[in-house]
């Protein structure tokens, strides 16, 4: 089945330090992740049209906090906070990732993540770690090769190229794009992903609503 959601509608819900204080494990959601300053927040606000939805900052770490946000019922994204910030105090660096970690292993209703890497210094240690959880835990993985503006034409294509071959390596489903949030590029990719993971969101509602009709009809007989 086939869907296509309006982005635009997306709102914020609740920044929360930890996944305690996230509503309900229900329904379907879908995490961005990725090095501090990889440009998480940058992606979202693109993706919805919206200017400052997801703050963005030239100083990495800013977004310290799980963010939530509702696409539409059933159907939400979450703002990771970035990892592998190398000025942050130790302390406040291990709070994170475990605040991190504990998401990414205990939130049932994780049905796709998005990890975005600079496309000039991608698969570092962390991201890598990252996707190999994914694929193990079978939730499928689009990679996001961010400010490909950056770049030129050539060297951008032969740099998808090359991390298109490293992430056939993981032995997952593991999918890579070129993504610019200032021009825009990739941006339908990441759409279309996105439709593809909450589609099961739309297909509970209908299995209900034809299940109300039925009952209806029953009842009328
Ligand atoms: N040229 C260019 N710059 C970008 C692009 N996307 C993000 N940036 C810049 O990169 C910096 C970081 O972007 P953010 O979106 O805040 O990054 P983040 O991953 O959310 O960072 P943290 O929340 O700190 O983990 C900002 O200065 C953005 O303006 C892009 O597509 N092209
Ligand atoms: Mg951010």
């Given at each position: ?15 929360a ?63 990771l ?7 942050v ?21 994780l049905?796709?993540?998005v ?29 996001l ?40 590029l990739?941006?339908?990719?990441l ?5 593809e ?25």
């Amino acid at each position: 089945m086939s869907v296509k959601i309006h982005y635009q509608n997306t709102h914020f819900i609740t920044s929360a330090p930890d996944i305690r204080h996230l509503p309900e494990d229900e329904g379907i959601e879908v995490a961005f992740a990725g090095r501090s300053n990889a440009g998480k927040s940058s992606s979202l606000n693109r993706l919805t049209n919206q200017k400052s939805l997801a703050k963005t900052s030239k100083t990495p770490g800013r977004t310290q906090l799980i963010n939530l946000f509702k696409v539409t019922d059933g159907c939400h994204i979450v703002d990771l906070p970035g990892y592998g910030f190398a000025q942050v105090p130790l302390e406040m660096k291990k709070k994170w990732q475990k605040s991190l970690g504990e998401y990414l292993q205990k939130r049932q209703c994780l049905k796709g993540l998005v990890v975005l890497m600079d496309i000039r210094h991608p698969m570092k240690d962390l991201d890598q770690q990252l996707i190999y959880w994914a694929v193990d835990s079978g939730i499928p993985v689009q990679v996001l090769l961010t400010k490909a503006d950056k770049l030129k034409s050539g060297a951008r294509k032969a740099q998808v190229l090359k991390i298109k071959q490293d992430a056939v390596g993981f032995g997952g489903d593991v999918s890579v794009a070129a993504f610019s949030s200032l021009k825009g590029l990739g941006v339908d990719v990441l759409r279309n992903k996105l439709d593809e993971w909450f589609a099961p969101a739309f297909a509970e509602e209908l299995t209900e609503e034809i299940v109300q009709e039925e009952q209806q009809s029953d009842e009328q007989e």
